[in-house]
């Protein structure tokens, strides 16, 4: 005060009645006549309730309101710490991610409030697992991460020390619940991602972690799993491959290939359309590689529209051709295709921009299309057989098989799979299954097609079964639409 004639700053007081206060206090030095230092004037501010509205908005910023557990903002902040520490002490780590199994059945079933309550409830077991050292936050949802510091640098006995909390903490948050007169169970998928330095960036620490979790959950849940850079490998080459294929619908590197379809004389009755992906530097990409992604991704409704309006022109120009005239076009639709709201106009618009017949255009549906929506899926195809479009049921057999629906939709075709083919000589028990389709079909008025055809012996065998029409290997490969068209007319 003497220094600089006045001073500000918190001070912390005690009230008359003996409880502690917070204050705020701006002190003055008072100068006598002589200019010498008199007094000092103290001004004092109580401050609790502003101070109270600081630490509620610290809160709100990085805590849960729900759990009061730390929220994803101040995890990363002490993940950046964690990651830090780490290199400087020379010690290891481990990123938890805990994911709860079908808690969104629990909030459907019970209510939120139940759902609430069990998310208070883990959060107070996952603090009871793990030091004080350690972190455990929310990020959101039924989401949870547990940061452990201060393990052995060692690679080995650090996957030791993170499985044995790990394996706790699966232990713990299996125990029942009881929440608010219910008894619940729950268990979490549990990815686990160690750390030992800034070698990896937070972000991607937890990514890691994210990742190995979704792994636990493919495993059957209620498992723990640790991250392995194979599965970050995979994930990494699978993004690529989403990105090469974006590029491929947009800019043409797609091709039709056709597959005969013919009768026991081997005469062709028609194809099946099949696109193929040649990349320029992949080159040739099998469809079980591209095909799951692009379903994954929504890709397929493009892919689709493309294949389509493709076969259509095919169609379109083969009508004016005597000896290509008479052949169907087989298309495989998939379930998130067939199940676009736009997937009717996509059809219609097809045939009427190419002029192509709609009789000859056959429609490849699985039996696992039905699961959705059985009603709405029949409607939809009730709405495309007004426009003259066929359907073919594929893979038939070896999905949703029931004869309730098979009965009601506007079928022409059932295709027996393939895998029913291949295993004709090994298994007695497909060649019942093969007659058995090729009565249905013929007591529900359905052509029957076999797929997969290899082998004369195959052949033969369905021919002697009463089998009309076959596709396969034995009769020709998929071939670009040109080559099968000079095909035909040779």
């Known amino acids: 005060m003497q220094a600089h004639g006045e001073w500000s700053g918190e001070i912390g007081q005690r009230h008359r009645q003996g409880h502690a206060i917070e204050t705020e206090g701006r002190w003055t030095l008072v100068l006598d006549a002589r200019g010498q230092p008199e007094s000092i004037l103290e001004i004092n501010t109580d401050i609790r309730q502003r101070k109270a509205k600081d630490r509620e908005i610290q809160r709100l910023a990085f805590y849960d309101t729900l759990t009061g557990l730390p929220n994803r903002m101040l995890l990363l902040e002490r993940m950046r710490h964690a990651l830090a520490n780490a290199q400087r002490r020379r010690q290891g780590g481990a990123l938890l991610y805990i994911d709860l199994d079908n808690f969104k059945t629990l909030n459907d079933t019970l209510g939120h409030d139940k759902g609430d309550l069990l998310l208070q409830e883990v959060a107070r077991r996952l603090n009871a697992c ?54 619940y169970r729950s268990t979490p998928s549990i990815g686990i991602a160690p750390f030992q330095g800034p070698e990896t960036s937070v972000l991607e620490l937890l990514k890691q972690a994210d990742l190995a979790m979704y792994q636990a959950k493919s495993a059957g849940r209620s498992v723990l799993r640790f991250f392995d850079p194979q599965m970050q490998a995979v994930v990494t080459a699978r993004a690529a491959l989403e990105a090469d294929l974006r590029q491929a619908v947009a800019h043409g590197q797609l091709g039709l290939h056709l597959q005969p379809q013919v009768d026991r004389h081997a005469r062709i009755l028609g194809c099946e359309a099949l696109v193929r992906w040649s ?20 890709l397929i409704l493009p892919l689709g529209r493309w294949v389509l309006h493709s076969a259509c022109k095919l169609l ?15 298309v495989n639709v998939s379930p998130r295709q067939f199940h676009h709201e736009g997937f009717v106009d996509d059809v219609a618009r097809s045939l009427a921009v190419n002029e192509a017949p709609a ?6 549906l699985t039996e696992n299309l039905m699961v959705q929506d059985v009603d709405q899926a029949i409607a939809t195809m009730e709405t495309l057989r007004r426009l003259g479009v066929r359907f073919s049921l594929d893979d038939f057999g070896t999905g949703y098989s029931s004869l309730s629906y098979l009965k009601r939709m506007p079928l022409d075709q059932i295709k027996i799979d393939q895998s029913f083919v291949r295993d004709l000589f090994s298994d007695p028990s497909d060649e019942a299954i093969i007659h058995t389709i090729l009565a249905l079909g013929q007591s529900l008025g ?18 002697r079964a009463g089998c009309p029409a076959f596709q396969g290997y034995l009769f020709g490969r998929p071939l670009p639409a040109e080559q099968f068209e000079r095909l035909l007319h040779h």
């Open 316 to 330: 379109g120009r083969w009508k004016d051709d005597p000896r290509l005239a008479h052949l169907t076009m087989a």
């Open 130 to 183: 793990v030091r004080s050292v350690d972190t455990v936050a929310r990020l959101g949802g039924d989401e949870f991460v547990v940061m452990l510091e201060g393990l052995g640098a060692d690679p080995q006995s650090l996957a030791v020390d993170a499985r044995t909390v790990g394996e706790k903490v699966l232990t713990e948050l299996s125990q029942p619940y009881a929440l608010a007169g219910y008894h």
């Open 359 to 364: 009789e000859r255009l056959k429609l490849e």
């Open 446 to 463: 359905l052509e029957v097609i076999a797929e997969g055809v290899e082998t004369t012996d195959q052949h033969l065998l369905l021919v």
């Open 279 to 298: 990349h320029p530097g992949r080159g040739m990409v099998s469809p079980a590689q591209f095909i799951p992604v692009a379903e994954e991704t929504g």
